[in-house]
Protein backbone atom coordinates (compact mmCIF):
# COMPACT_ATOMS: atom_id res chain seq x y z
CA UNK A 1 0.00 0.00 0.00
CA UNK A 2 1.22 3.52 -1.22
CA UNK A 3 1.68 6.27 1.50
CA UNK A 4 2.01 9.21 0.31
CA UNK A 5 3.13 12.69 3.37
CA UNK A 6 3.03 15.95 2.30
CA UNK A 7 5.00 18.98 3.91
CA UNK A 8 5.87 22.84 3.64
CA UNK A 9 2.25 24.46 4.06
CA UNK A 10 2.06 27.42 6.29
CA UNK A 11 0.85 31.14 6.71
CA UNK A 12 2.38 33.43 3.56
CA UNK A 13 1.24 36.92 2.64
CA UNK A 14 0.17 37.56 -0.45
CA UNK A 15 2.72 37.92 -3.56
CA UNK A 16 5.33 36.04 -1.34
CA UNK A 17 5.63 31.98 -2.13
CA UNK A 18 5.48 28.78 -0.85
CA UNK A 19 7.09 25.18 -2.05
CA UNK A 20 5.47 21.79 -1.19
CA UNK A 21 6.73 18.44 -1.43
CA UNK A 22 5.13 14.74 -1.26
CA UNK A 23 6.37 11.83 -0.91
CA UNK A 24 5.45 8.00 -1.42
CA UNK A 25 6.72 5.06 0.70
CA UNK A 26 6.19 1.24 -0.47
CA UNK A 27 6.62 1.69 -4.27
CA UNK A 28 8.45 -0.77 -6.29
CA UNK A 29 7.52 1.07 -9.57
CA UNK A 30 7.53 4.48 -10.48
CA UNK A 31 4.08 6.40 -10.04
CA UNK A 32 2.44 7.18 -13.27
CA UNK A 33 0.89 10.27 -12.23
CA UNK A 34 1.11 12.65 -9.30
CA UNK A 35 -0.34 15.74 -8.56
CA UNK A 36 -2.03 18.42 -5.95
CA UNK A 37 -5.38 19.12 -5.26
CA UNK A 38 -7.07 21.66 -2.85
CA UNK A 39 -10.34 22.22 -1.30
CA UNK A 40 -11.33 25.41 0.49
CA UNK A 41 -14.09 25.18 3.18
CA UNK A 42 -17.60 24.72 1.90
CA UNK A 43 -16.10 23.89 -1.31
CA UNK A 44 -15.43 20.56 -3.21
CA UNK A 45 -11.71 19.49 -3.77
CA UNK A 46 -10.42 20.71 -7.13
CA UNK A 47 -6.98 19.65 -9.09
CA UNK A 48 -3.94 22.13 -8.84
CA UNK A 49 -2.00 20.46 -11.09
CA UNK A 50 -0.87 17.02 -12.41
CA UNK A 51 2.03 15.57 -13.72
CA UNK A 52 3.22 12.06 -15.65
CA UNK A 53 6.10 9.99 -15.76
CA UNK A 54 7.05 11.60 -18.73
CA UNK A 55 6.99 14.86 -17.21
CA UNK A 56 3.75 16.07 -19.08
CA UNK A 57 1.43 18.79 -16.91
CA UNK A 58 -1.38 20.22 -16.27
CA UNK A 59 -2.75 22.88 -14.68
CA UNK A 60 -5.99 24.78 -13.35
CA UNK A 61 -6.41 27.53 -14.90
CA UNK A 62 -6.54 29.91 -11.83
CA UNK A 63 -2.80 29.14 -11.03
CA UNK A 64 -1.09 28.92 -14.58
CA UNK A 65 2.27 31.27 -14.96
CA UNK A 66 1.98 31.43 -11.24
CA UNK A 67 2.93 27.63 -10.10
CA UNK A 68 4.71 24.86 -11.17
CA UNK A 69 4.40 21.13 -10.15
CA UNK A 70 7.46 19.21 -10.84
CA UNK A 71 9.09 15.02 -9.33
CA UNK A 72 11.87 13.13 -9.18
CA UNK A 73 10.63 9.47 -10.65
CA UNK A 74 13.52 7.45 -8.61
CA UNK A 75 12.00 8.37 -5.37
CA UNK A 76 8.35 9.12 -6.58
CA UNK A 77 8.44 12.73 -5.16
CA UNK A 78 6.72 15.95 -6.28
CA UNK A 79 6.83 19.16 -5.48
CA UNK A 80 4.65 22.45 -5.43
CA UNK A 81 6.30 25.40 -6.40
CA UNK A 82 3.95 28.64 -5.26
CA UNK A 83 4.80 32.18 -6.58
CA UNK A 84 2.95 34.99 -5.96
CA UNK A 85 0.35 33.68 -3.63
CA UNK A 86 -2.77 35.22 -3.39
CA UNK A 87 -6.00 34.78 -0.79
CA UNK A 88 -8.04 32.86 -2.85
CA UNK A 89 -5.16 30.21 -2.95
CA UNK A 90 -6.22 29.75 0.63
CA UNK A 91 -7.06 25.60 0.81
CA UNK A 92 -5.93 22.50 2.22
CA UNK A 93 -3.87 21.28 -0.32
CA UNK A 94 -3.82 17.27 -0.70
CA UNK A 95 -1.30 15.17 -2.62
CA UNK A 96 -2.45 12.65 -5.10
CA UNK A 97 -0.78 9.42 -7.12
CA UNK A 98 -2.40 6.99 -9.41
CA UNK A 99 -0.47 3.59 -10.73
CA UNK A 100 -2.18 1.98 -14.13
CA UNK A 101 -1.05 -1.59 -13.85
CA UNK A 102 -3.57 -4.18 -13.69
CA UNK A 103 -5.88 -2.09 -12.82
CA UNK A 104 -6.44 1.93 -11.84
CA UNK A 105 -5.08 2.35 -8.21
CA UNK A 106 -5.01 6.14 -6.36
CA UNK A 107 -3.55 7.15 -3.39
CA UNK A 108 -4.28 10.52 -1.42
CA UNK A 109 -2.18 12.18 1.15
CA UNK A 110 -3.56 13.73 4.33
CA UNK A 111 -3.48 16.95 3.52
CA UNK A 112 -1.26 20.46 4.60
CA UNK A 113 -3.16 23.73 5.52
CA UNK A 114 -1.78 26.89 3.15
CA UNK A 115 -3.12 30.25 4.48
CA UNK A 116 -2.07 33.39 2.55
CA UNK A 117 -2.64 36.51 4.17
CA UNK A 118 -3.40 40.37 2.81
Known amino acids: QVQLVESGGGLVQAGRSLRLSCAAS????????MGWYRQAPGQQRALVATITSGGVTNYADSVKGRFTISRVNANNTVYLQMNSLKAEDTAVYYCYAERRAWSLREYWGQGTQVTVST
Open 26 to 33: RSIFVLDA
